[in-house]
């Protein structure tokens, strides 16, 4: 199983920027595709950003594209995200997702259901 903590969440101003984390256990991490949602009061949790299991194809939301950006380290078995240029639209409780199954279509990584574990989540306020 994958066990995932976010951190470094909190309040920025409209521009500003924030690195979140996402640290991983188990040794599964390395082969697990990685995913980035978010949820915002009143609505649905929503992709933001996703990376393959060896980092070589990312995937982001039109919202963020230009914005963030994911990466990850296998060594330390923790994906980040990387945001910039942040809007208060993009407050939200935001939540790091693992997939271990084999990934047979990228798209499956834009929808809540093509995951197999999630965080706790990390709040984002973005004050205007």
């Known amino acids: 199983q994958v066990q995932l903590v976010e951190s470094g969440g909190g309040l920025v101003q409209a521009g500003g920027s924030l690195r979140l984390s996402c640290a991983a256990s188990?040794?599964?991490?390395?082969?697990?595709?990685m995913g980035w949602f978010r949820q915002a009061p009143g609505k649905e949790r929503e992709f933001v950003a996703a990376?393959?299991?060896?980092?070589?194809?990312?995937y982001y939301a039109d919202s963020v594209k230009g914005r963030f950006t994911i990466s990850r380290d296998n060594a330390k078995n923790t994906v980040y995200l990387q945001m910039n240029s942040l809007k208060p639209e993009d407050t939200a409780v935001y939540y790091c997702?693992?997939?271990?199954?084999?990934?047979?279509?990228?798209?499956?990584?834009?929808?809540?259901?093509?995951?197999?574990?999630w965080g706790q989540g990390t709040q984002v306020t973005v004050s205007s």
């Open positions: 997702a693992a997939r271990v199954r084999a990934l047979i279509d990228s798209r499956r990584l834009t929808a809540t259901q093509g995951y197999d574990y």
């Open positions: 188990g040794r599964t991490f390395s082969s697990a595709a």
């Open positions: 990376i393959s299991w060896n980092g070589g194809s990312t």
